[in-house]
């Protein structure tokens, strides 16, 4: 007697495909064709997923739609009963997307999954969204817990170049550092210009590390300071903590990084010597003929952890989303209410043998 098969969850996968461009007569633009191609690798990997759990009982239905990086079209798709239906929504992408998205759905109560974007959730207001990629500031909480647990300096130097963004990974940085120290760690704030650091000198240990905090994206500034720092290296020991974005910046050389005791917090660090690791390399070569980026990795880990919730038969309108360990980023997720859930998990790196190596 043959057993019946389980009844197939239902997800629906909302990419910015951009279908429209592939027709007869259209074309790609880079920028689109970019977003075309992340989109697939996404669907890779996440297609990758589900068949290695179907392979163990479980049953999925897939369904795919473009959201075309168009808000109206996302606006659209969020009325779609089909996708309505669906036990998990994942996507739209990109922040406007996701906005138009979910002000349709914000009394629905099944979890709508942003895969990719770091936006803070306060920008969509929405209590069934969970963000997947941490946002900003609890990169800056994640660097203040370590400073603060495992380094208990009695000083952290903030280096500001005066652009008011800096205050988005700054201010919850002061905020963590203040509450888990009680405020015994000073913090000194200090706006830097043409990399004078002179003021600093008096303030310095001769002999304890020196606990600097970067946290500009702006090449021109991190030049300038970071050449300076690397001069006051010479007679003091320092530790520099910088922002997450410095690892894709080419301009950064990995010796000045290293001299200078660079960490940097990640959500993207992938163990290529696990064992894990490898049979997924090996099981998404032999699929689709081709290495998997950083978005199928991605696409992977989001296919396995939803779809074992949904093969568990989880009420996903209840559902409690558990610590996961991926293989690009593990997933610790609290809830904040009408915001949804949040990702907070990120990793600490450090800049050892001109690579980063994973701290924590």
Request: aromatic share 10%; net charge positive.
């Amino acid at each position: 007697m043959k057993t019946p098969e389980a009844k197939a969850s239902v997800i629906s996968l909302i990419l910015p495909l951009g279908l429209d461009h592939a027709v007869a007569g259209q074309s790609y633009t880079a920028a689109k064709l970019k977003t075309a191609n992340m989109s697939v690798e996404y669907y890779q990997g996440f297609k990758l997923a589900l068949d290695s759990l179907t392979s163990t009982g479980s049953n999925y239905k897939l369904q795919i739609f473009d959201s075309k990086d168009d808000a109206a079209q996302s606006h659209s798709l969020s009325l779609n009963p089909q996708v309505k239906n669906s036990e998990i929504i994942i996507g739209p992408v990109f922040p406007d997307d996701v906005k138009a998205f979910t002000a349709m759905l914000a009394s629905a109560r099944k979890p709508i999954i942003s895969p990719l974007s770091p936006a803070a959730p306060a920008i969509f207001r929405n209590q069934n969204l969970v963000t997947m990629t941490p946002p900003l500031e609890y990169h800056a909480m994640g660097a203040a817990t370590y400073i603060a647990k495992s380094i208990k300096p009695k000083k952290v130097f903030i280096l500001n170049s005066g652009f008011s963004d800096e205050k988005l990974y700054t201010s919850p940085f002061k905020r963590t550092l203040d509450s888990l120290s009680k405020r015994k760690i000073q913090v000194v704030n200090i706006t830097v210009t043409r990399g004078n650091l002179t003021p600093l000198v008096v303030q310095l240990s001769a002999k304890d590390q020196n606990i600097f905090l970067v946290s500009s994206t702006k090449q021109a500034f991190l030049m300038v300071t970071l050449r300076s720092l690397d001069t006051l290296s010479k007679k003091f020991p320092v530790t520099l903590f910088g922002h997450p974005s410095w690892e894709k910046f080419a301009f950064l050389k990995a010796a000045l990084l290293q001299r200078l005791n660079t960490h940097i917090t990640s959500t993207d660090k992938v163990d290529y010597k696990s064992a894990e690791t490898n049979t997924f390399l090996r099981s998404y070569r032999r699929t689709y003929h081709t290495e998997p980026t950083d978005f199928a990795i991605k696409g992977f880990d989001h296919g396995l952890y939803f779809g074992k919730l949904l093969a568990d038969g989880e009420d996903m309108s209840k559902a409690e989303f558990e610590d996961y360990t991926g293989l690009h980023n593990s997933f610790h997720f609290i809830k904040k209410p009408g915001l949804g859930w949040i990702n907070t998990h990120v990793d600490i790196l450090k800049y050892q043998n001109f690579d980063l190596k994973k701290v924590e």
